[in-house]
T-cell receptor, first 106, second 122 residues
Framework: IQMTQSPSSLSASVGDRVTITCQAT??????LNWYQHKPGQAPKLLIY???NLETGAPSRFSGGGSGTDFTFTITSLQPEDVATYFC?????????FGQGTKVELK | QVQLQESGPGLVKPSEPLSLTCTVS??????????FTWIRQPPGKGLEWIGY???????NYTPSLESRVTITLDMSKNQFFLRLSSVTAADTARYFC??????????????WGQGTLATVSS
């Protein structure tokens, strides 16, 4: 299963709404996770099963979608959200990832 | 809070094996039916799932690497290992370890390490 993630990078202002998409080449139901990765740190799970907020993750992060099309949203971008975000499907093996979206501050 | 730390030689010669260790702290590796997983990211490229070994011993490796990769566990030391044989420059990457599990609702959740860079060069 190939995952197409877009955009590859974006620049936004503090307080902006940011949306990232992942598209799968086949139906993966809701078997998709979203992660945040800051340089030098471990990637951190933010959203599991497409739309469930991981314990401890800020509520400004949300996810949606099912089947082949998924979205990840930051409702109000904060300076600490500067990072790369990526999706992972776990419906089938081998597990596959989106190419990542680098989020920067304008 | 579960934490993972990868370790291993930063430099490996072509044709030699790459061996990495992942040490889990902040929780027991027997607390869930974990999938002990390795992922890698070549410089400037995307993430590639290498494979996992399940706590029960079953395993699955990505087809492009399965002839060269072995993932093993030492539950008594809260560690698991990656061995990749006959490396080439194409195996230069940051290698991440992760442990994943299905929660009581059937959702897959996981923890990752920060990764370790392995360079293949003579």
């Amino acid at each position: 299963i190939q995952m197409t993630q877009s955009p590859s990078s974006l620049s936004a202002s503090v307080g902006d709404r940011v949306t990232i998409t992942c598209q799968a080449t086949q139906d993966i139901y809701k078997s998709l996770n979203w992660y945040q990765h800051k340089p030098g740190q471990a990637p951190k799970l933010l959203i599991y099963e497409a739309s469930n907020l991981e314990t401890g993750a800020p509520s400004r992060f949300s996810g949606g979608g099912s089947g082949t099309d998924f979205t990840f949203t930051i409702t109000s971008l904060q300076p600490e959200d500067v990072a790369t975000y990526f999706c992972q499907q776990y419906d089938d093996l081998p597990r596959t990832f989106g190419q990542g979206t680098k989020v920067e501050l304008k | 809070q579960v934490q993972l730390q990868e370790s291993g030689p930063g430099l490996v010669k072509p044709s030699e094996p790459l061996s990495l260790t992942c040490t889990v702290s902040g929780g027991s590796v027997t607390s869930h039916n974990y999938y002990f997983t390795w992922i890698r990211q070549p410089p400037g490229k995307g993430l590639e799932w290498i494979g996992y070994r399940y706590y029960s011993g079953t395993f699955n490796y990505t087809p492009s690497l399965e002839s060269r990769v072995t993932i093993t566990l030492d539950m008594s030391k809260n560690q698991f290992f990656l061995r990749l044989s006959s490396v080439t420059a194409a195996d230069t990457a940051r290698y991440f370890c992760a442990i994943g599990y299905y929660d009581t609702s059937g959702h897959y959740r996981d923890y990752w390490g920060q990764g370790t860079l392995a360079t293949v060069s003579s």
